[in-house]
């Protein structure tokens, strides 16, 4: 069937920010949709609230509106924009939501839209959770029995039908969230009352368990003509029990014998066309021993299929769209073969391990443990010829401090640690089979298949006979060989044999033991591929011929973590591209399945590898690229930079370069005497800092510096374990919890500046010329993690003199750093002075925003001057940073709805996962818009509960004179009652939540309560405070934590009152900054 | 223990050996399906080839004893990357080791796969040797070349029954029976099942039935199933289709699907590396849709070269747009290149092609 003929016009919706549930996978998704489309010569109309995604970037489609994903904002684009069609499964679990919403508004009815791809009746029969049981029972397919409720009595009234532990599924709701998995009545209640809360129907589904079963996943596709093939299957190591986004999961099955395998695939053939699904769908099984349960079926692209996409080489998301608009997979060709059509399945040739990344470390209060809702922030794949090679690699992409061989758990406590899974468990069971735990006992504590165990002792084995041969002061080269075939570094059995990691590479080098790079192609080599898509192996034949072209190398970023999200990916891409651009091959290499930077034709190859110093120099050793980039890929590339340079110092075979920034001009950065050594120089004021190697030395500093003072240990990712402390109690606790001193591991000690305005300059220099993208005001005081801190272009409350000293420092630092491409500076103002917190040359995660914002693709400019083209020629005034007349204002994404436990509260520690962008000529407005897209909706009538901090109250009187005049009733305890009273405000007075019922959090539950604003006091006495904070969250009610937020949120309100939002494309917003 | 693999182009390769101690040659064959290696193994089609899954790990799930499709491991060696020690299935009774070693059938482990199959796709299939217990590589090669090209034997005699045997369906309809004789060129035993599954009965004889042995069974239909080798080789085959055609329906499978053909007067061509695996797609004329198949098969049948223009093709393969599947248009007649049976591979096509093969028998009655 050819294309449509009546679609000329197709809106897209996207996923919005990155939460957990949903990371970078539907920026992959949805770009690929974009172009599939536009080479399909339709327009395309974007809407997306994310502005740190390429598929946000005003070139991917012919209008990209960074708007909230709200319904009435989305209407208000289709009225403006009027498209004939719309595609729903593209922006994930948002986007199906929306689509949903807006029909039952009426609104495609009303312009004439037509919902393309997937009906809406086969999402509805997929998400209600009553109608799919009844679907899947129609056509003969068992699920597990459960039923749908709306209230807890009707859930309590399920434990003796179905038995505990049930699991609870809400309805309509991303990545599992707010369901979870009940041993208890009282757990099932907790769990119910919080999922009802968050499912968009008030629906959540009580299922009996089958926990221990093994967990499978297809991913099908299916056309109009009903064709339908299986991109490919997926096992989850972790049993039943774990959300498949939290599990290990292995592609292909490997336990599956055919006769499985086909039973499983024709159930979803069976399923996906029972459904009517047109495009990618993914299916989740339960199985054991031959039987089989239907779990969930997702009628929409997933992470699952960006890890289909990306383990099998099929471009789902690619293919979904062309499905959409008419065609059939026999007329779409395979993008990777260029010969073969679509309608094909692929199959593999290794074995592809993906593992989730999670954010405990920065949750310390959260609850660690794996269950049906998801907690992880992202993922990692890794591809090998063996489970093990596939394995160990997916370890070490991790880039977390922990890998086999490490974790001090002892005997005694690793049994409980088994049976009750954490982020750890994989750890763990390493540690178990080392220490002698039968492969019988652990499959008996984790219900893991004990192939997979099996392969991990293997492991285990091959580390003991590493250590033995090493005894007997031998290293036979077939042993090192066989080492290497298995997946281990170089530094692994260096540290087994106790060799150095050079010597072993050397050693196997010289034995021609060398990394051999083999094709992802699809179809195992049946046919061949013109995708330069590669991972590593110890093989015979290398599959990568370099080309004698001039090239460069990009890092990438590693797993979405909080500290380093989307943008670093947005980052790579846009080096990579103008690299192109310029007619230099570009590789990358990277280990996120969920990215646009791993899509196959992103680059000129592909390495999808972990991201060590091996595993790049392995890459660097076989393509000899003239040079290599690790400013773009944030912390985890730029770590790399300085053992990069000197490996490449020591292998002299080797003509690659680090280009860019240097890496010892980088490390004047990073290191903090250095740094403050040039800021004398330049004669740039810095707040007064120390450090210190011992608890005395650390009291000296600080009494020195003068309370608060901000303390950190010496290295940092994302603020981690970093606080504000007040004195020297808090001081000696600080040191006593969070961070042990010692010479190893010196604290640095800051001047904490209270009350201070934050600044983040982003700018590009040729080590000539300063290009400033743009200078950002935080709109949260200093003392807020920047990562976390939501901020607006242009500044607000900056006069000009202190924007010039701005520019001045940020020129002056950019040219002492010698920086050729992208700088981040923050700064921060107080008492009229403008200190420099820190500089890192280095893509920052502001880039996207602030491209967006302004209409500079600062990444792009920042790879073309590596490449050497002068920022003078490119044609941007040098003079300031673009003037605009709209607002942007960035707002982030705090995954605490995700967390239970997690205490909301912001602070010098990032915990944000995702950003959104709201644009408007209004800073009351365009702050309103990132909110909502924020999923904090400001209320524009309602009751706002406000309990502040003393120190903040001065600034409360305006914020509660602003609700009030917008007609919004206050509530608060006595105190702060009697504090706004004496300023003429009145506010309705309620109890303190320890002096028991009725308080405010009882009117949450009621649902009586709009807004909360509540500002923590420091960290011992809040309990109060964290209770109301948690229950904001847990009963989904917006909330604010700092009194500067609470200031622009009265203010967005305010405007709100005062006039309409605007919708307008960043493409027409773009235009009028061209505009002199 | 040491065993090589040579190839006639001179390629040794030093691995692992499992399995029978001893040397075997034939063809060098790759398969892409990533289970199904008990089915494929015992796939009488394999006679004569040495089997090769492009797919690194096999044995993960073990041998159960219910998945072959004849009475034995068929395929003459195993090439693989890695194979499994300690399976895990509930269905398990044994190793791929030890069923090669009860089979007594060379294996070798730890070979470029890959490596092989790129080879493969470039020159076409190449004939090779496998010694289990020795590294003499040179040997291999020159066991290699000495290996007859593949259309000069006859394996269809090496792997059809012996006499012939009644298979009588559970679900047979006494007051409305339904009879095929199949005739046994290297027939997989899904093939029975999916016929005694729908109450059909079955007489299968050996590939050199003679047509009156046929005859005197007095069949509903004549079943041509898969088998080894080159088509040209099923003279007798041939011959029985000619004579009943019009007389009787008359399906064929794969090798019967090439019998078929050469019958109705096309010709038959050697592939340059065949097509093996479970992802074969499949484009049906009649519906448009496009189904995934399994195959194993080295020679196809030439669309064009049908002497009479009443028969059609029916299907096509959408990567290579070789025949897929032919039809008489006004006798029934009909065949498919690809395993509707399945086993290995998708039952995608199970229900249409033998739904067909039922309404056509019960159209006879």
């Known amino acids: 069937m050819p294309k449509r003929t009546d679609i000329k016009k197709v809106l897209l919706i996207g996923s919005g920010p990155i939460t957990i549930g949903q990371a970078a996978e539907f920026d992959f998704s949805g770009s690929q949709a974009c172009r599939s489309l536009k080479e399909e010569g339709l327009q395309v109309v974007l809407v997306n609230s994310n502005p740190a995604t390429i598929m946000t970037d005003p070139e991917m489609a012919d209008a990209v509106y960074i708007e909230p994903l709200d319904p009435k904002t989305v209407a208000k684009i289709i009225e403006k924009e009027r498209p004939d069609g719309i595609i729903a499964g593209i922006g994930g679990q948002t986007g199906l939501n929306i689509t949903s919403e807006l029909a039952e508004m009426g609104v495609f009815e009303k312009f004439g839209v037509k919902l393309l791809g997937t009906s809406l009746q086969a999402i509805k029969n997929t998400e209600d959770r009553e109608l799919f049981k009844e679907t899947m029972e129609s056509i003969g397919e068992k699920v597990p029995r459960s039923k749908a409720v709306s209230t807890l009595a009707e859930a309590e009234g399920l434990i003796d039908e179905l038995g505990l532990p049930l699991i609870i599924r809400p309805a309509y709701t991303l990545g599992g969230a707010g369901g979870g998995i009940a041993h208890s009545r009282e757990e099932l209640l907790?769990?119910?009352?919080?999922?009802?809360?968050?499912?968009?129907?008030?629906?959540?589904?009580?299922?009996?368990?089958?926990?221990?079963?093994?967990?499978?996943?297809?991913?099908?596709?299916?056309?109009?003509?009903?064709?339908?093939?299986?991109?490919?299957?997926?096992?989850?190591?972790?049993?039943?029990?774990?959300?498949?986004?939290?599990?290990?999961?292995?592609?292909?099955?490997?336990?599956?014998?055919?006769?499985?395998?086909?039973?499983?695939?024709?159930?979803?053939?069976?399923?996906?066309?029972?459904?009517?699904?047109?495009?990618?769908?993914?299916?989740?099984?339960?199985?054991?021993?031959?039987?089989?349960?239907?779990?969930?079926?997702?009628?929409?692209?997933?992470?699952?299929?960006?890890l289909a996409s990306?383990?099998?080489?099929?471009?789902?998301?690619?293919?979904?769209a062309k499905i959409a608009i008419g065609m059939a997979l026999d007329e779409i060709l395979n993008d990777v073969t260029k010969k073969t059509p679509a309608s094909f399945e692929p199959t593999i040739d290794y074995i592809v391990t993906k593992i989730p990344r999670w954010p405990f470390d920065k949750f310390v209060t959260a609850d660690k443990t794996l269950t049906t809702a998801m907690k992880s922030t992202g993922e990692v794949m890794a591809i090998g010829r063996t489970i093990e090679e596939s394995l160990l690699k997916a370890v070490r992409s991790l880039d977390i401090d922990m890998c086999f061989g490490k974790g001090e758990w002892n005997e005694n406590e690793i049994p409980a640690l088994l049976k009750t899974p954490t982020s750890e468990r994989l750890f763990v069971i390493y540690k178990a089979l080392a220490t002698g735990f039968s492969i019988e006992e652990i499959v008996e504590l984790t219900s893991i298949d004990p192939f997979f165990l099996r392969k991990i002792k293997n492991i285990v084995d091959m580390e003991n006979t590493l250590k033995e041969a090493a005894s007997k002061g031998d290293l036979p080269i077939d042993v090192l060989r066989k080492s290497k075939r298995m997946g281990f570094t170089d530094e692994r059995i260096g540290e087994l044999t106790g060799r150095t990691r050079a010597e072993i590479n050397d050693l196997r080098r010289n034995a021609g033991i060398v990394t051999t790079y083999k094709m992802v192609d699809t179809c195992a080599a049946e046919f061949a591929a013109a995708t330069p898509y590669y991972y590593s192996c110890y093989e015979q034949m290398?599959?990568?011929?370099?080309?004698?072209?001039?090239?460069?190398?990009?890092?990438?970023?590693?797993?979405?973590?909080?500290?380093?999200?989307?943008?670093?990916?947005?980052?790579?891409?846009?080096?990579?591209?103008?690299?192109?651009?310029?007619?230099?091959?570009?590789?990358?290499?990277?280990?996120?399945?969920?990215?646009?930077?791993?899509?196959?034709?992103t680059s000129d190859k592909l390495f999808f590898e972990p991201l060590t110093l091996e595993d790049v120099m392995n890459v660097i050793e076989r393509e000899k690229p003239d040079?290599?980039?690790?400013?773009?890929?944030?912390?985890?590339?730029?770590?790399?930079?300085?053992?990069?340079?000197?490996?490449?110092?020591?292998?002299?075979?080797?003509?690659?370069?680090?280009?860019?920034?240097?890496?010892?001009?980088?490390?004047?950065?990073?290191?903090?005497?250095?740094?403050?050594?040039?800021?004398?120089?330049?004669?740039?004021?810095?707040?007064?800092?120390?450090?210190?190697?011992?608890?005395?030395?650390?009291?000296?500093?600080?009494?020195?510096?003068?309370?608060?003072?901000?303390?950190?240990?010496?290295?940092?990712l994302g603020g981690r374990a970093m606080e504000i402390v007040y004195d020297q109690n808090d001081l000696e606790r600080y040191m006593r919890e969070a961070v042990r001193v010692s010479p190893q591991h010196p604290i640095l000690i800051d001047d904490f500046l209270e009350s201070a305005l934050e600044i983040d300059v982003d700018a590009v220099c040729d080590g000539k010329d300063v290009l400033i993208g743009a200078i950002m005001e935080h709109i949260e005081e200093a003392g807020v993690h920047s990562g976390d801190s939501a901020c607006v272009i242009p500044p607000q409350s900056f006069d000009e003199d202190t924007l010039e000293t701005v520019r001045d420092y940020t020129r002056k630092i950019a040219l002492a750093l010698n920086v050729k491409g992208l700088l981040n500076i923050q700064m921060a103002k107080q008492n009229g002075i403008v200190y420099v917190l820190e500089a890192n040359p280095r893509s920052s995660r502001t880039v996207p925003f602030v491209s967006k914002a302004v209409g500079l693709p600062l990444a792009k400019i920042a790879a073309k001057v590596i490449m050497g083209y002068p920022l003078k020629d490119m044609g941007y005034s040098l003079d300031k940073e673009p003037q605009v007349n709209h607002v942007s204002v960035k707002e982030v994404l705090l995954p605490f709805d995700k967390l239970p436990g997690a205490d909301p509260v912001l602070g010098p520690e990032m915990k944000s996962t995702g950003e959104v962008?709201?644009?408007?000529?209004?800073?009351?407005?365009?702050?309103f818009k990132a909110q909502l897209s924020a999923d904090n909706l400001l209320p524009l009538t309602g009751k706002v509960f406000m309990s502040i901090r003393g120190a903040d109250r001065v600034q409360l009187v305006e914020v509660a004179r602003k609700l009030k005049d917008a007609g919004i009733e206050l509530i608060g305890t006595d105190g702060t009652a009697e504090y706004l009273a004496e300023h003429g405000i009145k506010m309705d007075i309620i109890k303190k939540v320890r002096d028991g019922s009725p308080n405010v959090i009882d009117m949450m539950r009621r649902n009586e309560v709009s807004l909360v604003i509540n500002t923590p006091i420091n960290k011992q006495a809040r309990k109060d405070g964290y209770r109301i904070r948690r229950a904001a969250v847990d009963f989904k009610i917006p909330y604010i934590t700092t009194i500067q937020a609470a200031m622009a949120a009265a203010r967005a309100i305010e405007s709100m009152k005062a006039g309409e939002i605007i919708t307008k494309s960043i493409n027409e917003y773009h235009r009028e900054i061209l505009k002199p | 223990m040491n065993a090589v693999l040579g190839l006639e182009d001179g390629t040794i390769i030093q691995g692992?050996?499992?399995?029978?101690?001893?040397?075997?040659?034939?063809?060098?064959?790759?398969?892409?399906?990533?289970?199904?290696?008990?089915?494929?193994?015992?796939?009488?089609?394999?006679?004569?080839?040495?089997?090769?899954?492009?797919?690194?790990?096999?044995?993960?799930?073990?041998?159960?004893?219910?998945?072959?499709?004849?009475?034995?491991?068929?395929?003459?060696?195993?090439?693989?990357?890695?194979?499994?020690?300690?399976?895990?299935?509930?269905k398990s009774k044994r190793t791929i080791f030890q069923l090669m070693e009860d089979e007594g059938k060379p294996g070798i482990a730890g070979v470029d796969t890959r490596m092989l199959t790129i080879k493969t796709r470039e020159y076409g299939t190449l004939r090779a040797a496998l010694i289990n217990g020795?590294?003499?590589?040179?040997?291999?090669?020159?066991?290699?070349?000495?290996?007859?090209?593949?259309?000069?034997?006859?394996?269809?005699?090496?792997?059809?029954?012996?006499?012939?045997?009644?298979?009588?369906?559970?679900?047979?309809?006494?007051?409305?029976?339904?009879?095929?004789?199949?005739?046994?060129?290297?027939?997989?035993?899904?093939?029975?099942?999916?016929?005694?599954?729908?109450?059909?009965?079955?007489?299968?004889?050996?590939?050199?039935?003679?047509?009156?042995?046929?005859?005197?069974?007095?069949?509903?239909?004549?079943?041509?199933?898969?088998?080894?080798?080159?088509?040209?080789?099923?003279?007798?085959?041939?011959?029985?289709?000619?004579?009943?055609?019009?007389?009787?329906?008359?399906?064929?499978?794969?090798?019967?699907?090439?019998?078929?053909?050469?019958?109705?007067?096309?010709?038959?061509?050697?592939?340059?590396?065949?097509?093996?695996?479970?992802?074969?797609?499949?484009?049906?004329?009649?519906?448009?849709?496009?189904?995934?198949?399994?195959?194993?098969h080295g020679f196809a049948v030439n669309g064009d070269s049908f002497e009479s223009e009443d028969v059609v093709v029916t299907q096509i393969n959408a990567n290579d747009k070789?025949?897929?599947?032919?039809?008489?248009?006004?006798?029934?007649?009909?065949?498919?290149?690809?395993?509707?049976d399945a086993h290995p591979g998708p039952m995608d096509t199970e229900t249409i092609f033998f739904g067909k093969v039922l309404k056509l028998l019960e159209g006879e009655q």
Not at chain 1, 311 to 316: K, L
Not at chain 1, 671 to 688: T, Y
Not at chain 2, 214 to 238: R, T
């Open chain 1, 917 to 927: 962008m709201g644009i408007d000529y209004d800073y009351g407005r365009a702050f």
């Open chain 2, 134 to 296: 020795s590294d003499d590589g040179e040997e291999a090669v020159r066991l290699a070349r000495k290996q007859p090209h593949i259309s000069e034997f006859d394996y269809i005699s090496m792997v059809t029954c012996k006499a012939p045997y009644k298979l009588e369906s559970p679900l047979r309809d006494p007051y409305n029976p339904k009879h095929v004789v199949l005739m046994d060129m290297g027939m997989k035993r899904s093939i029975t099942t999916s016929l005694l599954k729908r109450g059909i009965d079955i007489t299968v004889v050996p590939a050199n039935a003679s047509t009156s042995m046929i005859e005197s069974y007095e069949p509903d239909m004549l079943f041509l199933s898969n088998g080894p080798g080159d088509p040209q080789q099923a003279k007798n085959a041939v011959e029985a289709v000619k004579k009943f055609a019009g007389t009787m329906p008359i399906v064929g499978i794969c090798l019967g699907h090439q019998i078929l053909s050469l019958a109705l007067g096309a010709e038959t061509y050697k592939l340059k590396f065949g097509h093996r695996g479970a992802n074969q797609p499949v484009k049906d004329f009649e519906t448009g849709i496009v189904h995934i198949t399994s195959q194993n």
């Open chain 2, 16 to 90: 692992t050996g499992f399995g029978a101690e001893g040397i075997v040659s034939g063809e060098l064959v790759f398969t892409t399906q990533y289970t199904g290696y008990e089915e494929a193994l015992s796939d009488p089609s394999y006679k004569g080839q040495i089997l090769m899954f492009t797919y690194p790990l096999i044995g993960n799930y073990g041998v159960s004893n219910n998945c072959f499709e004849s009475d034995g491991v068929k395929a003459e060696g195993l090439v693989v990357r890695e194979s499994c020690p300690d399976p895990s299935h509930h």
């Open chain 1, 627 to 716: 040079g290599v980039l690790v400013q773009f890929g944030g912390q985890t590339s730029v770590n790399l930079a300085i053992p990069l340079e000197k490996e490449l110092k020591r292998r002299t075979d080797i003509p690659t370069v680090i280009m860019g920034t240097s890496p010892a001009d980088m490390d004047v950065a990073e290191d903090r005497e250095k740094f403050n050594v040039m800021m004398k120089k330049l004669g740039i004021n810095q707040p007064e800092a120390g450090y210190a190697t011992s608890q005395k030395g650390a009291f000296e500093v600080a009494a020195r510096i003068g309370y608060p003072v901000l303390v950190r240990p010496s290295y940092v």
């Open chain 1, 542 to 601: 290398c599959e990568t011929n370099p080309s004698d072209k001039k090239k460069v190398l990009i890092l990438g970023a590693g797993p979405i973590r909080i500290g380093q999200g989307i943008e670093f990916d947005y980052c790579t891409v846009h080096a990579v591209t103008a690299i192109r651009e310029g007619g230099i091959e570009a590789h990358i290499i990277n280990n996120n399945p969920e990215t646009v930077s791993t899509d196959y034709d």
């Open chain 2, 322 to 340: 070789t025949v897929e599947g032919i039809a008489h248009k006004y006798l029934d007649m009909f065949s498919v290149q690809y395993h509707p």
């Open chain 1, 310 to 320: 990306k383990a099998t080489g099929y471009p789902i998301a690619r293919v979904t």
């Open chain 1, 190 to 306: 907790e769990i119910t009352e919080r999922g009802l809360r968050r499912s968009r129907i008030s629906q959540v589904l009580i299922e009996e368990s089958v926990l221990g079963w093994k967990e499978f996943e297809y991913e099908v596709m299916r056309d109009a003509n009903d064709t339908c093939i299986v991109i490919c299957n997926m096992e989850n190591l972790d049993p039943m029990g774990i959300h498949t986004g939290e599990s290990i999961v292995v592609t292909p099955s490997q336990t599956l014998n055919d006769e499985d395998h086909q039973m499983l695939r024709t159930a979803a053939i069976k399923i996906i066309r029972a459904l009517g699904i047109e495009g990618g769908c993914n299916i989740q099984f339960a199985a054991k021993d031959g039987e089989y349960r239907i779990v969930e079926v997702n009628p929409r692209v997933s992470r699952s299929s960006a």
